[in-house]
Protein backbone atom coordinates (compact mmCIF):
# COMPACT_ATOMS: atom_id res chain seq x y z
CA UNK A 1 0.00 0.00 0.00
CA UNK A 2 1.40 2.97 -0.25
CA UNK A 3 1.91 5.71 2.58
CA UNK A 4 1.72 8.73 0.62
CA UNK A 5 -1.16 9.10 -1.53
CA UNK A 6 -0.91 12.19 -4.41
CA UNK A 7 -3.84 13.17 -6.50
CA UNK A 8 -4.56 14.69 -9.00
CA UNK A 9 -1.77 11.99 -10.76
CA UNK A 10 -1.98 14.00 -14.18
CA UNK A 11 -3.48 17.53 -14.51
CA UNK A 12 -3.56 19.96 -17.83
CA UNK A 13 -4.44 23.11 -17.44
CA UNK A 14 -4.64 26.44 -19.22
CA UNK A 15 -2.61 29.34 -18.78
CA UNK A 16 -3.94 31.29 -15.95
CA UNK A 17 -5.77 28.74 -14.22
CA UNK A 18 -5.97 27.74 -10.43
CA UNK A 19 -5.18 24.54 -9.49
CA UNK A 20 -4.90 22.40 -6.24
CA UNK A 21 -2.69 19.29 -5.45
CA UNK A 22 -3.25 16.69 -2.84
CA UNK A 23 -1.08 14.21 -0.63
CA UNK A 24 -3.08 12.65 1.94
CA UNK A 25 -1.74 10.03 4.40
CA UNK A 26 -2.86 7.65 7.17
CA UNK A 27 0.14 8.15 9.03
CA UNK A 28 1.92 11.24 11.09
CA UNK A 29 4.64 12.98 9.56
CA UNK A 30 7.20 14.95 11.76
CA UNK A 31 7.68 17.49 8.46
CA UNK A 32 6.26 17.33 4.80
CA UNK A 33 8.51 18.62 2.23
CA UNK A 34 7.14 19.56 -1.85
CA UNK A 35 9.66 18.93 -4.66
CA UNK A 36 9.07 20.03 -8.63
CA UNK A 37 10.70 18.14 -10.72
CA UNK A 38 11.76 18.68 -14.36
CA UNK A 39 12.21 16.25 -17.13
CA UNK A 40 16.25 14.66 -17.33
CA UNK A 41 16.44 16.04 -13.46
CA UNK A 42 16.45 15.60 -10.30
CA UNK A 43 13.35 17.08 -7.76
CA UNK A 44 14.29 20.27 -6.25
CA UNK A 45 12.82 21.03 -3.08
CA UNK A 46 10.22 24.23 -2.94
CA UNK A 47 9.40 24.00 0.78
CA UNK A 48 9.31 22.13 3.79
CA UNK A 49 6.11 22.07 6.33
CA UNK A 50 6.82 21.20 10.28
CA UNK A 51 3.71 22.38 12.33
CA UNK A 52 -0.07 21.41 11.93
CA UNK A 53 -1.91 24.26 10.41
CA UNK A 54 0.90 26.17 9.04
CA UNK A 55 0.41 27.81 5.64
CA UNK A 56 3.92 28.75 3.61
CA UNK A 57 3.39 31.15 0.26
CA UNK A 58 6.22 30.97 -2.28
CA UNK A 59 5.13 33.63 -4.89
CA UNK A 60 1.97 31.85 -6.85
CA UNK A 61 2.74 29.10 -5.11
CA UNK A 62 0.72 28.18 -1.56
CA UNK A 63 1.67 25.06 0.79
CA UNK A 64 -0.85 23.72 3.58
CA UNK A 65 0.06 21.11 6.11
CA UNK A 66 -3.06 19.73 7.83
CA UNK A 67 -3.62 20.19 11.81
CA UNK A 68 -2.67 16.83 12.77
CA UNK A 69 0.53 16.16 10.05
CA UNK A 70 -1.56 13.67 8.03
CA UNK A 71 -2.17 15.79 4.90
CA UNK A 72 -0.46 18.53 2.60
CA UNK A 73 -2.53 20.50 -0.58
CA UNK A 74 -0.75 22.63 -2.78
CA UNK A 75 -2.19 25.41 -4.02
CA UNK A 76 -0.89 27.14 -7.79
CA UNK A 77 -2.73 30.42 -8.28
CA UNK A 78 -2.71 31.88 -11.66
CA UNK A 79 -0.65 29.15 -13.60
CA UNK A 80 2.00 29.39 -15.84
CA UNK A 81 3.67 27.20 -18.32
CA UNK A 82 7.02 27.60 -16.29
CA UNK A 83 4.61 25.71 -13.20
CA UNK A 84 4.83 22.80 -15.76
CA UNK A 85 6.69 20.01 -13.79
CA UNK A 86 6.18 16.49 -11.81
CA UNK A 87 5.24 17.86 -8.45
CA UNK A 88 6.01 15.33 -5.29
CA UNK A 89 5.19 15.36 -2.11
CA UNK A 90 7.80 13.38 0.65
CA UNK A 91 6.88 12.98 4.58
CA UNK A 92 9.32 12.56 6.92
CA UNK A 93 9.15 10.44 9.82
CA UNK A 94 12.14 9.26 12.40
CA UNK A 95 13.65 5.78 12.16
CA UNK A 96 15.04 5.06 15.32
CA UNK A 97 19.42 5.56 15.43
CA UNK A 98 19.23 9.86 15.18
CA UNK A 99 17.85 9.15 11.50
CA UNK A 100 14.64 10.37 9.77
CA UNK A 101 13.23 8.70 6.18
CA UNK A 102 11.54 10.13 3.67
CA UNK A 103 8.69 8.41 2.26
CA UNK A 104 7.21 9.90 -1.77
CA UNK A 105 4.19 10.01 -3.08
CA UNK A 106 4.15 9.19 -6.74
CA UNK A 107 3.87 12.53 -8.03
CA UNK A 108 1.26 14.51 -9.96
CA UNK A 109 2.22 15.83 -13.26
CA UNK A 110 1.26 18.90 -13.97
CA UNK A 111 0.81 20.49 -17.74
CA UNK A 112 0.52 24.38 -18.10
CA UNK A 113 -0.63 25.11 -21.56
CA UNK A 114 0.17 28.60 -23.19
CA UNK B 1 28.14 26.02 -1.80
CA UNK B 2 27.22 22.60 -1.71
CA UNK B 3 26.86 20.64 -5.20
CA UNK B 4 26.44 16.69 -5.72
CA UNK B 5 27.66 15.59 -9.28
CA UNK B 6 26.54 11.84 -10.67
CA UNK B 7 27.77 10.23 -13.34
CA UNK B 8 26.73 8.87 -16.33
CA UNK B 9 23.73 10.94 -17.10
CA UNK B 10 22.55 8.22 -19.26
CA UNK B 11 23.40 4.31 -20.01
CA UNK B 12 22.41 1.97 -22.03
CA UNK B 13 24.14 -1.73 -21.37
CA UNK B 14 23.28 -5.41 -21.58
CA UNK B 15 21.20 -7.68 -19.79
CA UNK B 16 23.99 -9.96 -17.60
CA UNK B 17 26.38 -6.91 -17.78
CA UNK B 18 27.48 -5.12 -14.45
CA UNK B 19 27.19 -1.81 -13.57
CA UNK B 20 28.65 1.03 -10.86
CA UNK B 21 26.82 4.22 -10.89
CA UNK B 22 28.92 7.00 -8.75
CA UNK B 23 28.54 9.80 -7.40
CA UNK B 24 30.27 12.34 -5.38
CA UNK B 25 29.00 15.80 -3.26
CA UNK B 26 31.12 18.80 -2.40
CA UNK B 27 31.16 21.37 0.03
CA UNK B 28 30.04 19.16 3.42
CA UNK B 29 31.24 16.63 5.52
CA UNK B 30 30.04 13.84 6.74
CA UNK B 31 26.30 14.46 4.86
CA UNK B 32 23.50 11.31 4.57
CA UNK B 33 23.67 9.46 1.05
CA UNK B 34 21.03 7.86 -0.83
CA UNK B 35 20.15 5.84 -3.86
CA UNK B 36 16.79 5.79 -5.56
CA UNK B 37 15.34 4.66 -8.04
CA UNK B 38 12.07 6.11 -10.20
CA UNK B 39 10.17 4.39 -12.43
CA UNK B 40 7.72 5.91 -14.29
CA UNK B 41 4.25 6.17 -12.46
CA UNK B 42 5.91 5.28 -8.93
CA UNK B 43 7.39 7.82 -7.74
CA UNK B 44 10.80 7.76 -6.01
CA UNK B 45 11.77 4.34 -4.34
CA UNK B 46 14.80 4.36 -2.02
CA UNK B 47 17.37 1.66 -2.60
CA UNK B 48 20.14 2.51 -0.39
CA UNK B 49 21.18 4.88 1.86
CA UNK B 50 24.17 5.64 4.55
CA UNK B 51 25.06 7.56 7.11
CA UNK B 52 28.78 7.22 7.09
CA UNK B 53 31.73 5.87 4.89
CA UNK B 54 31.13 1.86 4.63
CA UNK B 55 27.74 2.26 6.71
CA UNK B 56 25.49 1.17 4.06
CA UNK B 57 21.47 0.32 4.39
CA UNK B 58 19.55 -1.43 1.74
CA UNK B 59 15.68 -0.67 1.70
CA UNK B 60 14.97 -3.08 -0.86
CA UNK B 61 16.63 -6.93 -1.66
CA UNK B 62 17.41 -7.18 -5.31
CA UNK B 63 20.87 -7.76 -7.40
CA UNK B 64 21.96 -3.92 -6.66
CA UNK B 65 24.72 -3.50 -3.78
CA UNK B 66 25.93 0.18 -2.78
CA UNK B 67 29.71 1.30 -1.25
CA UNK B 68 30.30 4.32 0.54
CA UNK B 69 34.47 4.29 0.11
CA UNK B 70 34.78 7.48 0.94
CA UNK B 71 32.95 10.21 2.62
CA UNK B 72 31.18 11.95 0.24
CA UNK B 73 31.57 9.12 -2.60
CA UNK B 74 28.59 7.00 -3.27
CA UNK B 75 28.52 3.91 -5.66
CA UNK B 76 25.61 1.92 -7.10
CA UNK B 77 26.73 -1.21 -8.30
CA UNK B 78 25.24 -4.77 -9.80
CA UNK B 79 27.34 -7.89 -11.04
CA UNK B 80 24.76 -8.89 -13.30
CA UNK B 81 21.75 -6.32 -14.42
CA UNK B 82 18.36 -7.13 -15.35
CA UNK B 83 15.70 -6.07 -17.57
CA UNK B 84 13.96 -4.77 -14.40
CA UNK B 85 17.17 -2.48 -13.56
CA UNK B 86 16.21 0.15 -15.98
CA UNK B 87 15.26 3.20 -14.88
CA UNK B 88 15.71 6.65 -13.50
CA UNK B 89 18.47 6.45 -10.85
CA UNK B 90 18.83 9.54 -8.31
CA UNK B 91 21.68 10.29 -5.91
CA UNK B 92 21.17 12.79 -3.22
CA UNK B 93 22.59 13.80 0.05
CA UNK B 94 21.18 15.33 2.89
CA UNK B 95 22.20 16.60 6.69
CA UNK B 96 22.05 14.53 9.66
CA UNK B 97 19.39 16.99 10.84
CA UNK B 98 15.89 15.90 11.03
CA UNK B 99 13.70 17.58 8.33
CA UNK B 100 16.76 18.45 6.02
CA UNK B 101 15.69 17.87 2.77
CA UNK B 102 17.20 15.89 0.17
CA UNK B 103 19.82 17.60 -2.54
CA UNK B 104 19.07 15.77 -5.61
CA UNK B 105 22.25 14.99 -8.80
CA UNK B 106 20.66 14.98 -12.00
CA UNK B 107 20.40 11.46 -12.29
CA UNK B 108 21.37 8.75 -14.73
CA UNK B 109 18.79 7.22 -17.08
CA UNK B 110 19.77 3.20 -17.58
CA UNK B 111 18.44 0.88 -20.23
CA UNK B 112 19.08 -2.54 -20.02
CA UNK B 113 18.79 -4.38 -23.20
Known amino acids: TQLLEQSPQFLSIQEGENLTVYCNSS?????LQWYRQEPGEGPVLLVT?????EVKKLKRLTFQFGDARKDSSLHITAAQPGDTGLYLC??????????????FGKGTKLSVIP | SQTIHQWPATLVQPVGSPLSLECTVE??????LYWYRQAAGRGLQLLFY??????ISSEVPQNLSASRPQDRQFILSSKKLLLSDSGFYLC????????????FGNGTRLTVT
Open chain 2, 92 to 103: AWSDLLSNSPLH
Open chain 1, 27 to 31: SVFSS
Open chain 1, 49 to 53: VVTGG
Open chain 1, 90 to 103: AGARYSGAGSYQLT
Open chain 2, 27 to 32: GTSNPN
Open chain 2, 50 to 55: SVGIGQ
